[in-house]
């Protein structure tokens, strides 16, 4: 699961870092691991863009950042327990 697929207010921790096929090159990988995206750090959607698109906001740890989709499925994240 990518941080994309959380809805809204869900909280889970990122688990891993992956292109996932997409066209992100290894320095985006390396900047959202600078921005705090690493193994176990607790992270949020906080909310979406209009239409429930992009940019997201994200909280990871204490820091709020915004990230467009492509950015946010790089980001693997645990399941949320239902």
Same mark, same amino acid.
């Given at each position: 699961? !990518?941080?994309?697929?959380?809805? !809204? #207010?869900?909280?889970?921790? &990122?688990?891993?870092? @992956? @292109?996932? =096929? @997409?066209?992100?090159?290894?320095? +985006?990988?390396?900047?959202?691991?600078? $921005? #705090?995206?690493?193994? =176990? *750090?607790?992270?949020? &959607?906080?909310?979406? =863009?209009?239409?429930?698109?992009?940019?997201?906001?994200?909280?990871? #740890?204490? +820091? $709020?950042?915004?990230?467009?989709?492509? *950015?946010?499925?790089?980001?693997? &994240? !645990?399941? &949320?327990?239902?």
């Amino acid at each position: 699961m !990518n941080l994309s697929d959380l809805p !809204n #207010g869900a909280r889970s921790s &990122v688990c891993a870092l @992956s @292109s996932g =096929g @997409s066209a992100v090159g290894p320095a +985006t990988l390396r900047r959202l691991a600078e $921005l #705090g995206f690493i193994e =176990g *750090e607790p992270v949020q &959607v906080l909310r979406r =863009g209009p239409g429930g698109k992009e940019p997201l906001a994200v909280q990871v #740890g204490d +820091t $709020l950042l915004a990230l467009r989709l492509v *950015e946010a499925r790089c980001i693997q &994240v !645990n399941a &949320v327990a239902a």
